[in-house]
Each structure stands twice: as structure tokens, then as C-alpha cells.
């Protein structure tokens, strides 16, 4: 593969989930690539050489008081960034002293001022690109009519790829006709789980962003949960465990951030896990799918899953219900499905079996990122003739 110019508003990291992939596509396949974002205040800095934040490094990281700096940075021309349009003479510096030449680009972006700032980028690295959408953070969708980045991001690209079906249906707005979906994935591994076993603790794990209403519903459920399962333990993995109820934080394990090793075998040592959202219908609710299900499903886990109707998680999971996921909006539907799973130990075995067959076929690693490489082949045959318009 030719060399890649990878192009995000977010950090190459496992901190958040389209970091984690793009870092897991790239670096960990040990492909050719540079990569430029200009945001590190949510989710810090890349994990990998050869990745550029376009930001100031006196970025301001208070609410108060950042319209003043933001304002004193574009008069003194601190910043990388005028608007939504890159600086001219830093980039093209950048571009020279670090020799950042690609052959084409893989561009991620969830709203339209990051799209208006990947078109200024494009329009400086000069090369056929593709576009893969994996989440949008507005609201009521994309409209073409008022979307003057996305518009020409979308139709200017040799690819457009998606993460699901409600983002697919976002972007044919913009005439899009022929795009794939391509899911989130996880490298393949050997389930060791090991089925519940009576007088043994039944053990449930939560990761990474938390949603309240199926935080609320577990504390809610959580004393009938107990009478029924004395020895139930709850494991929380990730860096918002600040963000439970403080009743939850008692009677929840917190092993902190851990090595990508310490969280798969922690993984491997539960039976059961948990989604509590997203619950609603905003714009996560609409668009979003938790990658972290590829980390359940690989290893075998069997989900409890309280998602709001209508949501792309649960068209992403309706295919599995009841076989691997539960659906568990009320304090009832949480005790019944942990029963169902639980009931023997073959009973829970079908369905960790269900739940590692659904993540071989649909969420390899080896296959979404020959599936993405194969696009940005294509777009290279295209040669340099896109047209960015800044």
C-alpha cells in the first residue's frame, strides 16, 4: 500500500472509540501513513509517531475566557486554523519540513466544521481520497442545503464509506449513491471464558462511556439483582467510572486505565456485559454504535443491552436477539435476561458461541481493513484530479 495521509479531528486513541479504530486499522497493520487533527482538549494527544495536531499549543482548556483567546490567536496569527480554513504558509511548512506526501487520503469527520477543515487540509495535500463516516454529532442529521463542507467532502470523494445503516441513509441526501457499510472491528481472539457456575460470583462488566438511564436502571435493580445472585460482582473498565451514581462506585471493581492486555484478560474473566446506552434519541442515539461490542462479542460475551427504540445500536443488534443480546429497558427485563443466560451452563455457552461467530464474520480486523484498503486503492487509480473547492 501506498503511503496514507490520515485526516481526523480527534486523536489516533484508545481513549475514545474512532481513535481506537483508526489506530487499530493503521498503526497495528503496519501500513505507510501521516496523520494531521487539530483537537487534543477531549480525548489528549495520539498514540503513534508521525501524528500532527494542527492546535495551538497554548490552546485554551477553560470555557471562560476562550472566545478572548481564540480571538487574540487569529489576530496574532498563533493559531494553525482562520475559521475553518487552514493557515496557508504553516501547513505548507509542515507539509515540507516533515515531508508529509501521500498517495491518497482516508478522511474521518463528525460534523460540518470538521468536514469545512478536512476539505482546507485536502486541498493542500492534493490526492484522491476516501471518506468513511463513523459518527455525526448533529442532531437532526446532514443537510445538504446547509452544509456547504460536507457537500463537497462527500461528492468530491473517490469513497465513501459508513459506519451503519441510519449514517448510509444521512449521506445519500448528498446524492451518494454507492457506499458500503463498514462496521467497526476487533482483532481475533481465543475465547478463554469460562460459563457461571453455581455458588461461583456471576461477574458483569461495563466499558467506557456510560449513558444515565441504564445507570439508573441498574441501581435501581440492583438489590433484587443481589437477592438473586448473591455473589454478582460489577466491573467497570474505562476512564468515566467519575460519572456513575455514587452507589454504583461502592459496589463496583475500578481497575483504572489498564494495558490493552490487562483489559482483554479482565474481559476473559467475565460472564455477562452490560451497555447502558445510548438511551436516547439525540445525536449519538441516532447514529452512534458502541465499539466496544466488537470487544464483547470477540471474546464471547453475551450483552445486556438498555438502548432506546429506534437507535442504530439497536438495528446494529437486532439480528442477534435473543440468541447473544438482551433487550433491557425495565428492572424485570434485566433479571429476566440474566436469568436466560445464566439458567445452565449450556445455555450460556450457546450464547457466548453466537455472540464469537457474529463478531468472526462481521467484525475481524483482518477484514475491514482489507475492505478499506481496497477502497483506498481505488481512489489511487483515480489519480489527483479531484477538485477541492476552499
Same mark, same amino acid.
Given at each position: $500500500?501506498? +503511503?496514507?495521509?490520515?485526516?481526523?479531528?480527534?486523536? $489516533?486513541?484508545?481513549?475514545?472509540?474512532?481513535?481506537?479504530?483508526?489506530?487499530?486499522? !493503521?498503526?497495528?497493520?503496519?501500513?505507510?501513513?501521516?496523520?494531521?487533527?487539530?483537537?487534543?482538549?477531549?480525548?489528549?494527544?495520539?498514540?503513534?509517531?508521525?501524528?500532527?495536531?494542527?492546535?495551538?499549543?497554548?490552546?485554551?482548556?477553560?470555557?471562560?475566557?476562550?472566545?478572548?483567546?481564540?480571538?487574540?490567536?487569529?489576530?496574532?496569527?498563533?493559531?494553525?486554523?482562520?475559521?475553518?480554513?487552514?493557515?496557508?504558509? +504553516?501547513?505548507?511548512?509542515?507539509?515540507? #519540513?516533515?515531508?508529509?506526501?501521500?498517495?491518497?487520503?482516508?478522511?474521518?469527520?463528525?460534523?460540518?466544521?470538521?468536514?469545512?477543515?478536512?476539505?482546507?487540509?485536502? +486541498?493542500?495535500?492534493?490526492?484522491?481520497?476516501?471518506?468513511?463516516?463513523?459518527?455525526?454529532?448533529?442532531?437532526?442529521?446532514?443537510?445538504?442545503?446547509? $452544509?456547504?463542507?460536507?457537500?463537497?467532502?462527500?461528492?468530491? #470523494?473517490?469513497?465513501?464509506?459508513?459506519?451503519?445503516? %441510519?449514517?448510509? #441513509?444521512?449521506?445519500? +441526501?448528498?446524492?451518494?449513491?454507492?457506499?458500503?457499510?463498514?462496521?467497526?472491528?476487533?482483532?481475533?481472539?481465543?475465547?478463554?471464558?469460562?460459563?457461571?457456575?453455581?455458588?461461583?460470583?456471576?461477574?458483569?462488566? $461495563?466499558?467506557?462511556?456510560?449513558?444515565?438511564?441504564?445507570?439508573?436502571?441498574?441501581?435501581?435493580?440492583?438489590?433484587?439483582?443481589?437477592?438473586?445472585?448473591?455473589?454478582?460482582?460489577?466491573?467497570?473498565?474505562?476512564?468515566?467510572?467519575? @460519572?456513575?451514581?455514587?452507589?454504583?462506585?461502592?459496589? @463496583?471493581?475500578?481497575?483504572?486505565?489498564?494495558?490493552?492486555?490487562?483489559?482483554?484478560?479482565?474481559?476473559?474473566?467475565?460472564?455477562? #456485559?452490560?451497555?447502558?446506552?445510548?438511551?436516547?434519541?439525540?445525536? !449519538?442515539?441516532? !447514529?452512534?454504535?458502541?465499539?466496544?461490542?466488537?470487544?464483547?462479542?470477540?471474546?464471547?460475551?453475551?450483552?445486556? %443491552?438498555?438502548?432506546?427504540?429506534?437507535?442504530?445500536?439497536?438495528?446494529?443488534?437486532?439480528?442477534?436477539?435473543?440468541?447473544?443480546?438482551?433487550?433491557?429497558?425495565?428492572?424485570?427485563?434485566?433479571?429476566?435476561?440474566?436469568?436466560?443466560? @445464566?439458567?445452565?451452563?449450556?445455555?450460556?455457552?450457546? %450464547?457466548?458461541?453466537?455472540?464469537?461467530?457474529?463478531?468472526?464474520?462481521?467484525?475481524?480486523?483482518?477484514?475491514?481493513?482489507?475492505?478499506?484498503?481496497?477502497?483506498?486503492?481505488?481512489?489511487?487509480?483515480?489519480?489527483?484530479?479531484?477538485?477541492?473547492?476552499?
Amino acid at each position: $500500500m501506498k +503511503k496514507v495521509g490520515i485526516i481526523t479531528g480527534m486523536a $489516533m486513541s484508545r481513549s475514545h472509540g474512532t481513535g481506537a479504530q483508526v489506530l487499530r486499522i !493503521f498503526q497495528e497493520g503496519n501500513l505507510p501513513f501521516f496523520h494531521l487533527y487539530w483537537t487534543s482538549i477531549y480525548w489528549g494527544r495520539s498514540e503513534c509517531s508521525g501524528s500532527f495536531c494542527l492546535e495551538d499549543p497554548r490552546y485554551w482548556p477553560w470555557r471562560r475566557g476562550r472566545g478572548f483567546i481564540t480571538w487574540l490567536q487569529r489576530l496574532t496569527r498563533l493559531s494553525w486554523w482562520q475559521g475553518n480554513q487552514i493557515d496557508p504558509g +504553516k501547513i505548507q511548512a509542515l507539509i515540507q #519540513a516533515e515531508q508529509l506526501f501521500c498517495d491518497v487520503a482516508y478522511v474521518v469527520v463528525v460534523s460540518e466544521d470538521e468536514a469545512q477543515r478536512a476539505v482546507s487540509l485536502l +486541498k493542500h495535500l492534493a490526492c484522491p481520497y476516501v471518506v468513511n463516516i463513523m459518527d455525526i454529532v448533529h442532531a437532526d442529521g446532514l443537510n445538504p442545503a446547509d $452544509m456547504p463542507g460536507f457537500r463537497q467532502l462527500l461528492t468530491q #470523494a473517490a469513497e465513501v464509506l459508513s459506519l451503519n445503516q %441510519a449514517i448510509k #441513509a444521512e449521506v445519500e +441526501k448528498f446524492g451518494i449513491s454507492h457506499m458500503e457499510i463498514l462496521p467497526f472491528a476487533q482483532d481475533v481472539t481465543q475465547p478463554t471464558l469460562a460459563a457461571p457456575k453455581p455458588g461461583l460470583p456471576l461477574r458483569i462488566v $461495563m466499558v467506557g462511556a456510560v449513558h444515565d438511564r441504564g445507570l439508573q436502571l441498574l441501581t435501581q435493580t440492583w438489590s433484587s439483582l443481589v437477592q438473586h445472585y448473591p455473589k454478582v460482582e460489577l466491573v467497570y473498565l474505562g476512564r468515566h467510572f467519575h @460519572t456513575l451514581p455514587p452507589f454504583l462506585q461502592k459496589v @463496583t471493581q475500578h481497575p483504572g486505565m489498564v494495558s490493552v492486555e490487562t483489559y482483554n484478560s479482565i474481559l476473559a474473566t467475565c460472564h455477562l #456485559a452490560y451497555l447502558t446506552g445510548p438511551s436516547e434519541l439525540n445525536c !449519538f442515539g441516532r !447514529f452512534s454504535i458502541p465499539s466496544r461490542l466488537s470487544d464483547f462479542f470477540m471474546v464471547g460475551l453475551p450483552v445486556l %443491552a438498555c438502548v432506546a427504540l429506534g437507535s442504530a445500536t439497536k438495528q446494529f443488534l437486532d439480528p442477534l436477539v435473543p440468541h447473544c443480546v438482551r433487550y433491557t429497558n425495565k428492572s424485570s427485563e434485566l433479571l429476566q435476561a440474566i436469568e436466560d443466560f @445464566t439458567s445452565s451452563e449450556k445455555r450460556w455457552q450457546a %450464547a457466548s458461541q453466537q455472540a464469537c461467530t457474529f463478531a468472526l464474520e462481521n467484525l475481524s480486523l483482518d477484514v475491514v481493513r482489507t475492505r478499506i484498503l481496497e477502497r483506498l486503492a481505488s481512489a489511487c487509480k483515480q489519480g489527483s484530479h479531484l477538485k477541492i473547492d476552499v
